[in-house]
């Protein structure tokens, strides 16, 4: 199972954090991709990065340049740090587990957590 915490409201040009607790699987346990997704609204889904088993990141190209993925392997969490927030980054933030690097083919999801950008 996959849950995610953070806040719900994060004020313009702050930095948002997220965290994924992870249940039953270990995120060092390969060929496992841990990943980060939104959905605005209105929107589709969009993939936000990935942090493999082996602690390696990749990151869309839009949001690469705010965005850093990280984990915590004592406590089976990683975190989503996407920083200098705007309106434009609300949205329902979702963790979840891919079979594969790079895959979409997502086999277990949080239930999402709503976070809005505003002053």
């Known amino acids: 199972q996959l849950h995610e915490s953070g806040p719900g409201l994060v004020k313009p040009s702050q930095t948002l954090v997220l965290t994924c607790t992870v249940t039953?699987?270990?995120?060092?346990?390969?060929?496992?991709?841990w990943n980060w997704l939104r959905q605005s609204p209105g929107k589709g889904l969009e993939w936000v990065g990935t942090i493999y088993y082996d602690g390696s990141t990749y990151y869309t190209p839009s949001l690469e340049s705010r965005t850093a993925i990280s984990r915590d392997t004592s406590k089976n969490q990683f975190s989503l740090h996407l920083s200098s927030v705007t309106p434009d980054d609300t949205a329902v933030y979702y963790c979840a587990r891919a079979p594969a690097l790079l895959s979409d083919d997502y086999d277990t999801w949080g239930q999402g957590t709503q976070v809005t950008v505003s002053s």
């Open positions: 039953g699987d270990a995120i060092t346990a390969s060929p496992y991709a």
